[in-house]
């Protein structure tokens, strides 16, 4: 498996540094989380689309993915929702990155089977372009669809090969999901697995991987008795939570933590 991490950890910082980050602390690749307050987001010209994609080949290091905030499954017309997909694909591919994230973002005003159909709906939708420009859009387990069960209910439906799942094991647990259930729900439809440490299932917190609560060590079994052989991508989630250790002070010990337990797991 290759190691990632988000740029979620260290928000605002400029490309070139995220990019020595990866190098010095021996990372394969990098999320890069889309948003305007960032450096990469859909707004970037055409030139400054290239300019990045060069500077990660120049630096040798792998553009795993674009991180993206549509919500598929939000209520609502569905023009906006598949606009916001359509650029951060066609960001992806500028980029050379082969996935791009969403959520699904249900609303508790919605009923299960509304949020469901409606997700499905947009990503089937969205699955022809994806195609197209030769980029996966992957949902991610997060609230509305926080495990593989409630992920599936939507995959399912679609069943095209350019949609698929992103892993968020924080939020897979965090709904009473033992990794071996989660993976059986989306061996199927998995593009990578997102990794944290967090404190407590009262406080998440974000903490060096190993120092907290969740299964990391069971998640990175399963997916070796598996033979799965993808991306784990360290989402250290400090943007959000301004206490948390910097993460630039953490890379060594996660990459050596990770390392270790896929050894172990061998």
């Known amino acids: 498996m290759k190691l990632a991490f988000s740029t979620l950890g260290v928000p605002g910082l400029p490309l070139p540094d995220v990019l020595s980050l990866a190098t010095a602390h021996g990372y394969h690749g990098v999320e890069l989380r889309a948003h305007p307050e960032e450096p990469v ?19 040798g290091v792998e553009l795993l993915g674009v991180a993206g905030y549509a919500r598929v499954a939000a209520p609502g017309d569905d023009g906006p929702v598949l606009d916001e997909i359509r650029a951060l694909l066609q960001l992806a591919h500028d980029l050379g990155a082969p996935f791009v994230r969403v959520f699904p973002g ?3 005003e919605q009923s299960r089977e509304e949020a469901d159909a409606t997700a499905a709906r947009r990503l089937g939708t969205a699955a022809e ?12 387990t997060h609230d509305s669809h926080r495990t593989g069960a409630d992920a599936i209910r939507v995959l399912g439906p679609v069943g095209h090969r350019s949609v698929g799942a992103l892993w968020d094991v924080m ?3 965090l709904g009473g999901e033992q990794p071996s259930q989660t993976y059986a729900a989306l061996a199927p439809h998995l593009g990578y697995v997102q990794v944290k440490d967090i404190a407590s299932a009262d406080d998440t917190t974000p903490v060096a991987l190993g120092a907290g609560v969740l299964p990391l060590a069971e ?23 301004e ?5 630039p002070g953490l890379l060594d010990a996660g990459r050596e933590h990770l390392a270790r337990l896929l050894n172990e797991s061998a």
């Open 106 to 108: 249900g609303r508790p």
């Open 41 to 59: 987001h859909p707004g970037l010209s055409p030139a400054e689309r290239a300019d990045t994609a060069g500077a990660f080949k120049a630096a």
């Open 171 to 173: 939020h897979t647990w």
């Open 129 to 140: 372009d994806a195609s197209a420009l030769g980029v996966r859009v992957l949902l991610e």
């Open 243 to 247: 206490s948390a250790a910097p993460l």
């Open 219 to 241: 998640v990175v079994e399963e997916l070796s008795r598996h033979g799965w052989d993808g991306w784990l991508c360290w989402e250290y989630e400090k943007r959000w939570y």
